[in-house]
Each structure stands twice: as structure tokens, then as C-alpha cells.
């Protein structure tokens, strides 16, 4: 297991249609992280998973977005009727978190979706 | 989570030491500082993190000033690939990362 994987690494659709991320996480990270990134703008924090559990999601999303972790291992995020807004960079990260002391997140490639 | 402040570009020649400052007055007392960067077309990566003192690893060393409302990261011999965008980020232990607008570095050969 060399890192974060994501997929697919770009997606272009249309407006309307539904898209699917994938994220898989580095073994035995216990927290999943989920942001987007527009063009020069830094990364936005949008969601987090401790094993299968969604803790924390941000205004940011919407509710055409949904995120899932069932077995506490990949994670999905889904995008339900997309929209020229929606279009930007996913990031996906994982750490092994613990209650005190640095919890590095180890960051995926990223998922660039383009809606048309 | 706390307010930073740091410029928005830096250009640095290679082999010379790069100091990049951050302000972060609001920074709560059990906030860690962290750097993360991002190279081009890939997602951010750690840098290092500090508490309050100073801090080295084999990526760059972390000043933090006696009152903790800024601190500096320093690439002591910038290479071609140190070029990125650097992002400074106090938080709590576990929680997530917000970033801002970082700082691009730029370096010239």
C-alpha cells in the first residue's frame, strides 16, 4: 500500500448528471477526510469519517452531496445533479488519529471533475 | 479555528535559504502549527509541525516566536522541487485542516 488512491483521477459530465468519487485510504487509517479545491484557492474542508461514522460535515455541502464509509475502509462521495459550480478538485485524506499529538493526513491525488 | 496571515508569493534562488513567515495571533494555546505544501498538480502534503518549540526535520525547520502568534518555516537550500504553494495551519490535535491562501513559492534555477 504505497498512499491515498483516487479515482477516477478526472471526470467531465454534463449538468445535471450524477458523479461518483472514490477514495481508498491508506490501510488502518482510522479518519477519512474529504475537501475541494477550486483553481487558486486552497483546499475546503467538506467532510471527515472516524471508521464508518460521518462526524463532521461542513455548510459547504450540500444536500446533493453524500458521502459513505460503510465498512470504515474506501469512501464514496457522490454528487446528485451536478452543476457548473460543482466543478473543481477532490481531495481525499486519511490519518491515523489518536486524541492528542500530531495526526498527519496523508493526501490522495485528488479527483478533477469538470461540469460542461 | 485560528485566522492566518501570510504573502502571497515568494521567489527564492536555488541553494539559498527560503524563510517563510505566517501570522496567527488568534492561535489557541493547545493548537498545534502545521505546514503542509502542495506541489503542482498533486495534492498537499505535510511539511512539519510544531507546538512551541522549535522544530527540525530532513523537509525544513519551524521557528515559532516565544509568544506563538507567528512563526516561520525555513527550506534551508531551496531546490527546483521545493517550488510549491505552503500552507500554514494552526489546529487542535485531530481535527481537521483549514487552509487559506498559502504562500507560492517560486524558485529560479
Known amino acids: 500500500d504505497t498512499g491515498v488512491s483516487q479515482d477516477p483521477r478526472h471526470k467531465i459530465t454534463k449538468r445535471g448528471q450524477n458523479v461518483t468519487f472514490r477514495c481508498d485510504p491508506i490501510?488502518?487509517?482510522?479518519?477519512l477526510y474529504w475537501y475541494r479545491q477550486t483553481l487558486g484557492q486552497g483546499p475546503e474542508f467538506l467532510t471527515y469519517f472516524q471508521n464508518e461514522a460521518q462526524l463532521e460535515k461542513s455548510r459547504l455541502l450540500s444536500d446533493r452531496f453524500s458521502a459513505e464509509r460503510p465498512k470504515g475502509s474506501f469512501s464514496t462521495l457522490e454528487i446528485q445533479r451536478t452543476e457548473q459550480g460543482d466543478s473543481a478538485m477532490y481531495l481525499c485524506?486519511?490519518?491515523?488519529?489518536?486524541?492528542?499529538?500530531?495526526?498527519?493526513?496523508?493526501f490522495g491525488p485528488g479527483t478533477r471533475l469538470t461540469v460542461l | 479555528d485560528a485566522k492566518t496571515t501570510q504573502p502571497n508569493s515568494m521567489e527564492s534562488n536555488e541553494e539559498e535559504p527560503v524563510h517563510l513567515p505566517c501570522n496567527h495571533s488568534t492561535i489557541s494555546g493547545t493548537d498545534y502549527i502545521h505546514w503542509y505544501r502542495q506541489l503542482p498538480s498533486q495534492g498537499p502534503e505535510y511539511v512539519i509541525h510544531g507546538l512551541t518549540s522549535n522544530v527540525n526535520n530532513r523537509m525544513a525547520s519551524l521557528a515559532i516566536a516565544e509568544d506563538r502568534k507567528s512563526s516561520t518555516l525555513i527550506l534551508h537550500r531551496a531546490t527546483l522541487r521545493d517550488a510549491a504553494v505552503y500552507y500554514c495551519i494552526p489546529k487542535a490535535a485531530g481535527n481537521k485542516l483549514t487552509f487559506g491562501g498559502g504562500t507560492r513559492v517560486l524558485v529560479k534555477p
Open positions: 490501510s488502518e487509517h482510522n479518519r
Open positions: 485524506a486519511s490519518s491515523f488519529t489518536r486524541l492528542a499529538g500530531h495526526n498527519e493526513q496523508f
